[in-house]
């Protein structure tokens, strides 16, 4: 069975996309989209931008950083604070009648990529 050409298009990264490192963890950015992140400390509306940029695409190409491209940062305007999906955490000891129930939930952020820079100069 045989993709078409509109779901291979949706698979491929299309445009300017960055690689930043944020929470420890690693996330794939494209300007105009909004994304989930851990709890960051700042306010409804405000901006933030993220300097630790692992790699970046842009219509030139890709520059990969040693560890972070040099000038490299991606601006973020925070839209909401919010909590992830349940997450049930049960443990058990079989045969000895010892059980243990949590729950847990994420705080997050949702934040927008409003633009990605080099050296000064935006890309999207």
């Known amino acids: 069975m045989s993709s078409s050409p509109d779901t291979a298009a949706a698979n491929e990264p299309n445009g300017t996309y960055a690689i930043v490192e944020t ?13 989930d992140l851990d709890r960051i400390h700042a306010e409804v509306d405000d901006t933030v931008t ?3 940029v692992l790699l970046v695409k842009g219509a030139a190409g890709a520059t990969l950083g040693r560890p972070y491209v040099d000038g490299a940062s991606v601006e973020l305007k925070v839209l909401e604070h919010r909590r992830g999906q349940k997450i049930i955490v049960y443990k058990m000891r ?22 990605i820079t080099v050296a000064g100069k935006a890309l999207a």
């Open 23 to 35: 929470s420890g963890t690693q996330f794939w950015l494209q300007p105009n989209r909004y994304y």
């Open 50 to 52: 993220l300097e630790n």
């Open 94 to 115: 079989p045969k000895k009648k010892t059980r243990r129930k949590n729950g847990h939930r994420q705080e997050l952020t949702r934040v927008l990529v409003q633009s």
